[in-house]
């Protein structure tokens, strides 16, 4: 009796000093993003205004704005979600809901798993040799948004992938039921069911392609003037802040407000993300549910 009362007591014990360390794990986390958003915003909060937003660069960024830098960042942002999306997203379908046992299924994973490993570098290279010179795009901004789909291919299909078959086996056998076909499942139920696991490999991907410098300086270039067109070349916010802070006598300032433009434009389009795919899924699932539940 007394060694079971022991035993109850250190398992008590150990849960306080695993939770404790578990918040402590969490608050630092918050700390390290608290610290970095600070410094961000004092260091480049006081540069911040209108012009500087709507004019173009001058004096090799250390003058002027970062309108057409800003054009550039959209404008490869476009072309790498318009791309990956579709493939992403009927690719993690087919892993998820059609390759049940097949051995190509296996090979395309691994084969994502190694892109993903892949440094950006790498990725960089085989842009320029392929969408640069093979293709004959050079550098442009077409290049550099079909580069970053290459890299963010990985996270869009994974994430997506562990949603769908995160979805409860009760959903499948009741839309069978029903006589729902199985495009008609997927469509109404599973993609609906899966939007979070969608939101969060589009954050980690529009992440992901919002930080990239070394990829985007082999394929969509370093000049600061206006793109007119996916096939000019241009400089995007990473590779500016780069710039700045490597090659730009005086340029630091320059480079903090420019990161605080991009991580206020990272955290609009999560947000636009969020809000997209919820107005797209979730008062679909919302109704489905009530369906089922009746």
């Given amino acids: 009796m007394h060694s079971g009362l022991a035993l109850r007591c250190d398992c008590r014990w150990l849960d306080r000093v695993v939770q404790a360390l578990l918040w402590l794990l969490a608050a630092l986390v ?12 004092i260091e480049g909060g006081a540069g911040l205004s209108w012009s500087f937003l709507s004019q173009l660069p001058e004096d090799a960024g250390r003058a002027g704005g970062i309108v057409s830098i800003l054009v550039a960042t959209l404008a490869v942002l476009v072309v790498c979600l318009s791309v990956a999306l579709p493939i992403g997203l009927g690719t993690a379908i087919w892993l998820a809901e059609y390759s049940d046992h097949l051995t190509v299924a296996r090979w395309v994973r691994s084969s994502l798993q190694l892109l993903a490993g892949v440094p950006s570098i790498v990725i960089g290279l085989f842009g320029y040799a392929f969408f640069c010179r093979a293709l004959g795009f050079g ?38 039921a029903l006589g729902l076909s199985q495009a008609g499942t997927l469509l109404h139920l599973l993609l609906p069911a899966a939007a979070p696991a969608l939101i969060a490999g589009l954050i980690l991907s529009v992440g992901r392609a919002l930080a990239e410098t070394a990829a985007l300086l082999f394929t969509s270039g370093y000049v600061t ?24 006598a005086g340029g630091d300032h320059y480079a903090y407000t420019t990161a605080l433009v991009l991580l206020g434009l990272l955290c609009a389009i999560n947000a636009l993300a969020k809000l997209a795919v919820g107005v797209l899924f979730n008062g679909n699932a919302r109704r489905n549910e009530q369906v089922f539940s009746q």
């Fill in 30 to 41: 918050c700390g390290v993003f608290c610290w970095l958003l600070f410094d961000i915003v």
């Fill in 225 to 248: 003037r206006m793109p007119e067109s996916l096939a000019d070349s241009g400089r995007v916010l990473s590779v500016h802040i780069f710039d700045l802070t490597m090659n730009v």
């Fill in 139 to 176: 550098y442009s901004l077409l290049a550099g948004g079909l580069t970053l789909a290459c890299m963010v291919l990985p996270l869009l299909v994974g994430a997506l992938e562990a949603g769908l078959r995160a979805v409860p086996e009760s959903l499948r056998q009741g839309a069978a």
